[in-house]
């Protein structure tokens, strides 16, 4: 037993994080929202130098058969930095789902890939700017066009509704690819809890009022307390749900995740006072992210009624 | 990163799972806090201890296992899922051993350790005073340099068990001149020595958990001081944050209290009204196994334990609470009814008290671990 991540995961965690740092993540979000993708599509070129989109793409593809315990660790950076594009479903669904050449373009980073997946992936991301595009029904794959574009809560996640087309015969691995869809939300939404919960512990060490910072008042104090605690505990969830892998775990890591996020969220808020109320503010797109995730790949209540089962 | 055991470590287990489900009592033993519960309590140690299962973790010469850290954890979810009876001797198995294993002399370790691990001594903490709660440093027992010894005299509180153990550890300033946290002794004080009087005092359930330690002018050998007079706090210090401690509080307690709720819900209709806050329980108690198995892999490594240990406080408090109330709805109209369920809800409830409250975990954790600005404590 050695519950910890691997000297190679948690360099592979900074490398992403370094290179995440350099860019800005934030008006790419603003102009992904504005249907502008090129920004967004080169931070995703990027990634795939990194080897991000090869994560889970079987070694005959030019992948690397990554473990869903890699695949946790990118996505959570990728929620840490609030990077927009349908990753959850080119880089954790996908691949799972097909045993085909186009995912030696996914692994490239060439195609984007947009799933819906019935019945808890109803809408389908940004499908405007994927070239594949499938969803998932009852063990089946099907194409899809995209029909009208839905706002989300997070104006950078593009919904469309999927008009099904062509059948394309079974799925590899539905429930496979539904386990690490669900895994990778999660890992994203703990990523985005650490963002606000970092950016809100360094705004209350430097905001001032009544003569003092706000972070040395203790009732301020201990509202980011609750969320550290929250953090730290959804984490091992995650990780263990990833060596695992058994419905139960995920879908728990899937709901502490959430809770914990949306805690960090609803502080983050509160901790910034007005500024963070304010579109300018990068707190905005991570509290409407963290909502949109929370609901996407299974709601809290599917979930938990997983964890009863 | 991985969850799998190796040949050894399943061996312990199974061989523990094997020893507990024969052993463990089918009665439940009375509580602890009576007269007649204490002795069952103590009665059961010894059979424990036989058997080499009292202190896994402890070096064989002191009736130990050289167990693990690893072992030790599943030792104790194997110990709560068999329904097995709490530990009588919690505060000097999990507090005062391991300051005695840092700080203690071989001749005190010696002396204590093998008693302690059949429960033939057991150990009260003495900590809390009436003026020295959240901030220990501020007591006022003192111990007086004398012929061989030390001289102690005041008054301590909220000591758990004290109404029927045998002795206490506790600090005392032993340097009149000093201030809080300078100048204090850490001592074990035997509770049927000439001047101490315990005064035992009923808890919510009626019964005598607690007690007031009374000590006028009480003698105390040196080879029951440890550690050197006037380093008590740092001593002291090291009891609070063990990695074999209470600050790396048992998962298993929480899992098999989450099982039965769990159980509990179905055998009750799965009542909708319940079911998120039954399915958060089980989620927490797995949320803190897997805490811990990771705390497990970095102290094992050589990383220590730090602030980290009052997340887990928080956590599991929260927990404890969350989830016995839950059962008490599931229960409905039952659940004034004194049982497994209402007792464990009563004794959840000391949890964000006792041992740091959850206020005084929280101003560590944003001090400690996110840095923030210090303030009044
Ligand atoms: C079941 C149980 C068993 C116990 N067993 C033992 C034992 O065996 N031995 C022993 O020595 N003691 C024991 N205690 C005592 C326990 O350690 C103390 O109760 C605890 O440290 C709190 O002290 P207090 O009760 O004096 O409360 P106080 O310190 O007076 O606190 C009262 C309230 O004020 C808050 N508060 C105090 N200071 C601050 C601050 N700086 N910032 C924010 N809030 C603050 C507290 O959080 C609390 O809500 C036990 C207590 C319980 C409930």
Same mark, same amino acid.
């Given at each position: 037993m050695r519950f910890a991540l691997s000297g190679e995961q948690e360099q592979f965690s900074r490398s992403l994080h370094d290179l995440l740092s350099g860019v800005d993540t934030d008006s790419a979000n603003r102009s992904w929202a504005a249907g502008d993708h090129g920004p967004g599509l080169k931070i995703w070129r990027r990634l795939a130098e990194l080897g991000v989109t090869a994560l889970a793409v079987p070694e005959k593809y030019d992948g690397f058969g990554a473990t869903p315990v890699d695949l946790a660790v990118g996505f959570e950076r990728l929620g840490y930095h609030c990077v927009p594009g349908p990753w959850t479903d080119t880089v954790a669904v996908l691949p799972s789902l097909l045993d085909d050449e186009l995912l030696t373009s996914v692994a490239s980073g060439e195609t984007l890939a947009s799933v819906a997946f019935a019945p808890h992936v109803p809408y389908a991301l940004d499908s405007d700017v994927a070239d594949a595009r499938l969803a998932v029904e009852k063990g089946r794959l099907r194409a899809f066009t995209p029909g009208a574009l839905l706002s989300s809560?997070?104006?950078? +996640? +593009?919904?469309f509704q999927p008009v099904a087309g062509d059948d394309l015969g079974t799925a590899l691995d539905a429930e496979h690819a539904f386990e690490l869809g669900c895994l990778a939300t999660a890992a994203q939404l703990l990523g985005t809890g650490r963002w606000l919960l970092d950016t809100s512990v360094a705004y209350a060490a430097q905001r001032k009022q009544y003569g003092r910072e706000i972070g040395g008042y203790q009732a301020v104090k201990h509202l980011l307390a609750d969320v550290a605690t929250g953090l730290a505990l959804a984490e091992p969830l995650l990780f263990g749900a990833a060596v695992t892998l058994d419905r139960r775990d995920v879908s728990a890591a899937k709901v502490a995740c959430g809770d914990a996020a949306h805690l960090a969220a609803r502080t983050g808020l509160q901790v910034h006072g007005a500024i963070g109320y304010t579109a300018e503010h990068a707190l905005g797109l991570r509290l409407t992210r963290v909502r949109a995730l929370v609901g996407a790949w299974g709601t809290p209540r599917f979930h938990r009624e997983r964890v009863l089962s | 990163m991985d969850l799998d055991l190796d040949e050894r470590t399943l061996a312990f287990r199974d061989e523990a799972r094997a020893w507990l489900a024969a052993n463990v009592p089918a009665e439940p033993l009375k509580s602890f806090d009576t007269a007649e519960g204490f002795a069952q309590h103590r009665e059961w140690e010894c059979r424990l201890a036989d058997a080499r299962w009292s202190v896994v973790s402890w070096p064989r010469e002191f009736g130990g296992r050289d167990a693990s850290l690893l072992e030790w954890v599943l030792f104790e979810e194997e110990y709560y899922a068999a329904g097995a009876p709490l530990r009588v001797n919690q505060n000097g198995i999990f507090m005062l051993a391991p300051t005695l294993f840092s700080h203690g002399t071989e001749e005190q370790q010696r002396r204590i350790l093998p008693k302690m691990a059949r429960s033939e001594e057991v150990w009260a903490q003495a900590w809390s005073e009436p003026e020295a709660g959240s901030d220990i440093a501020a007591l006022r027992s003192t111990a007086t340099r004398c012929d061989g010894g030390w001289r102690v005299s005041g008054q301590k509180t909220w000591s758990s068990r004290a109404t029927f153990a045998d002795r206490a550890f506790g600090l005392f300033r032993s340097d009149p001149d000093s201030v809080r946290h300078k100048g204090l002794i850490y001592l074990m004080v035997d509770l049927r020595a000439e001047g101490v009087t315990v005064r035992p005092i009923p808890q919510l359930d009626g019964e005598p958990g607690f007690a007031e330690i009374f000590f006028d002018d009480v003698f105390v050998p040196d080879q029951d001081v440890i550690g050197a007079p006037g380093e008590g706090w740092r001593v002291a210090m090291t009891t609070a944050?063990?990695?074999?401690?209470?600050?790396?509080?048992?998962?298993g307690r929480f899992l098999a209290a989450a099982d039965r709720l769990v159980s509990l819900w179905h055998d009750a209709g799965r009542p909708a009204h319940t079911a998120d806050r039954v399915a958060d329980a089980w989620i927490g108690a797995r949320a803190y196994q897997l805490y811990t198995l990771g705390t497990v892999t970095r102290l094992s490594d050589g990383a220590e334990l730090g602030p980290e240990s009052s997340v887990n406080k928080l956590f599991w408090s929260h927990l404890d609470v969350a989830l016995h109330e839950t059962a008490l709805d599931i229960l409905g109209p039952d659940a004034e009814l004194r049982g497994a369920w209402s007792d464990g809800w009563l004794f959840s409830l000391a949890g964000p008290i006792y041992g740091g409250t959850d206020q005084i975990q929280r101003s560590i954790v944003a001090e400690r671990l996110l840095g923030l600005p210090k303030g009044a404590r």
């Open positions: 809560v997070d104006g950078s +996640r +593009r919904l | 944050n063990n990695e074999r401690g209470l600050s790396l509080r048992s998962p």
